[in-house]
């Protein structure tokens, strides 16, 4: 404990660090604040039959990930989802499209002309997310709550028009905070904005769980007991699945001053068993909101909520299989062989019994794809365990923190914040957070 109080003054010491953290807490806040801002017209006290719709099953998920903003009829009710699902189409543009392949390839300059085109489709996403979800509180709180419509006489399609902007405005606002974050402040911003939402909906979670099993014959504390057991192991095996790394090892000669030998080092290229982090099951989540658009309509309704089922099998089948897809992609994209065994062969290096180039590039990408399929399968488990929580009797707001998206999002994010501190901490030649000096996180050790 001493050390730890210790490590804590120690963060404050760094000015550099203190503002950032100050700086991160301060835009966190703001967003918080925005959280429970009701969209103008609409009386707040009147919002109980909509809070109650969006607490369970796949809207439910989304309500939790903005927070609750969802449920509130909040100016950040979509949150950063829509900027989650332009990154996905952005990012599978880039496989195929021999344009934004090209970006790809340009650094700095290519990054920020593909996160320019991002916002761009972001705007359009949500010029059909936005009436999308105005018609759908238009259905779910009673028509008394609307008073712009009935106080000041405004129509509904003026109401409809005004809100659409509002909620365009905040989402967009929402990322803008985010990028503020990542340049200012600590950690990566639009991953900590949507961390922030799952934390704070777990009070709300935890006492519905514990007020469920002790005021009910339905297990009691012993129940309660085995379900925190059961959650503290899931939360270690999510631990042990970001930070899986697996090296291969790569010799070479470092050369200087001309063609002087300095003599071979042995290295590794740090291969992870899961690369991609919790990036596919944040891609696979935005994709299975989709049906959520279709449920307004009489022909595509039964399909809708065939999908839209949580705890149904089509719905995990296809949302597993999501996962181990955009784990491959997202891995592909990260991590490229190609210009892996071009830097190797440029530098000199090689691996022993492999030919440089093409021969190295298939050797890399082979490893690569053996690594990553344990990684993928064990991520979509992951991701599907809040399912079989609910089919146990698990609340269904507390069964969404035994796995999936909440629960790596969790681990994911805070490890490499903790990271980004104790780089910070070292390199001003403090101790770091953990007694090795070294943490692991998403991006590798």
């Given amino acids: 404990m001493k050390k730890f109080i210790e490590t804590i003054k120690n963060i404050f010491k760094i000015e550099e660090l203190r503002k950032r953290l100050v700086y991160t807490f301060l835009l966190v806040l703001v967003y918080r604040i925005g959280t429970f801002i009701v969209l103008p017209g609409i009386d707040g006290t009147l919002l109980a039959s909509l809070q109650q719709k969006t607490s ?39 496989m195929f499209v021999p344009y934004f392949k090209k970006l790809q390839y340009e650094g700095e300059s290519g990054r920020r002309k593909m996160n320019q085109l991002t916002r761009y489709l972001t705007i359009g996403i949500l010029l059909i997310q936005c009436p999308a979800y105005i018609a759908s509180i238009h259905n779910q709180i009673p028509s008394s709550a609307f008073v712009a419509v009935n106080v000041l006489g405004w129509s509904n399609f003026a109401f409809n028009v005004v809100s659409t902007m509002i909620l365009m405005g905040g989402s967009m606002f929402v990322v803008w905070l985010g990028e503020r974050i990542t340049d200012r402040g600590i950690g990566n911003g639009i991953s900590l904005i949507i ?67 300095i003599g071979g080092v042995r290295e590794y290229i740090p291969l992870k068993i899961n690369a991609a982090g919790v990036m596919p099951i944040i891609f696979a989540q935005a994709l299975m909101l989709f049906p959520l658009l279709f449920s307004q309509w009489d022909a595509t309704r039964g399909l809708a909520a065939t999908l839209g089922d ?19 992609f997202y891995t592909a994209v990260t991590v490229n062989p190609t210009m892996m065994a071009e830097d ?62 909440s629960l790596l999002i969790l681990v994911g994010v805070v490890l490499d914040t903790l990271q980004q501190i104790e780089g910070m901490l070292l390199l001003r030649h403090y101790d770091g957070l953990m007694k090795t000096g070294r943490l692991s996180g998403r991006s590798g050790m």
């Fill in 310 to 328: 949580y705890t149904g099998f089509w719905y995990n089948f296809i949302f597993g299989s999501l996962v181990v897809l955009f784990t491959y």
């Fill in 195 to 261: 961390m922030i939402g799952i934390v704070a909906r777990l009070p709300y979670a935890l006492t519905a769980e514990i007020g469920e099993k002790l005021t009910t014959t339905n297990g009691g504390l012993l129940l309660l007991i085995v379900e925190f057991v059961m959650l503290f192991f899931v939360f270690v095996a999510a631990i042990a699945l970001v930070q899986a790394v697996r090296k291969v090892p790569v010799q070479y000669a470092k050369r200087i001053q001309g063609n002087r030998q």
């Fill in 56 to 94: 369970e099953g796949l809207v439910g998920l989304l309500n939790m990930f903005s927070g609750g903003a969802f449920g509130n009829a909040s100016i950040f009710a979509l949150g950063v989802m829509p900027y989650i699902s332009a990154s996905i189409v952005i990012q599978l543009l880039g």
């Fill in 344 to 405: 190797m062969k440029k530098r000199g290096g090689f691996i022993p019994g492999v030919k440089p180039g093409k021969k190295t590039m298939e050797y890399l990408d082979s490893i690569l794809s053996k690594v990553t399929f344990p990684g993928a399968i064990f991520l979509a488990l992951i991701a599907i365990l809040p399912a079989f929580a609910m089919i146990m009797g698990i609340n269904n707001q507390f069964a969404s923190f035994y796995g999936g998206t």
